[in-house]
């Protein structure tokens, strides 16, 4: 597998939960690493993004100031933690590579086609 996601769950509003994907060698050289998410009846959104190579990141203003994005470079892994979840957080999310450029001009979107399985956030009483 290029990308392998998990850590989802079912979690209380307010609640935390923390997700993990761990990429491919060739992936980590090459490519930023983005989650993105798509609730029922919605477009997918890109939720962060971090390049691999240098301290840039991105987040969509919907979660900015409770998500938290990171990497860990000898494990190819990067990390989203996710705190003060709402009900409006639940989704499928999924990593996926994207652009360095990109999340270097401050955006985030799929780049490559490499995406990771879904895990499914769940935020409910």
């Known amino acids: 597998l290029q990308l392998q996601a998990s850590g989802g769950g079912l979690v209380q509003p307010g609640g935390s939960l923390r997700l993990s994907c761990v990429a491919s060698?060739?992936?980590?050289?090459?490519?930023?690493i983005g989650w993105f998410r798509q609730a029922p009846g919605k477009e997918r959104e890109g939720v962060s993004c971090?390049?691999?190579?240098?301290?840039?990141?991105y987040y969509a203003d919907s979660v900015l100031g409770r998500f938290t994005i990171s990497r860990d470079n000898d494990k190819n892994t990067v990390y989203l933690q996710m705190n003060s979840l709402k009900p409006e957080d639940t989704a499928v999310y999924y990593c996926?590579?994207?652009?360095?450029?990109?999340?270097?001009?401050?955006?985030?979107?799929?780049?490559?086609?490499?995406w990771g399985q879904g895990t499914l956030v769940t935020v409910s009483s």
């Open positions: 971090i390049s691999s190579s240098d301290d840039r990141l």
């Open positions: 996926a590579t994207a652009s360095k450029k990109g999340v270097q001009d401050g955006t985030c979107f799929p780049h490559g086609n490499w």
């Open positions: 060698e060739f992936i980590w050289e090459y490519y930023a």
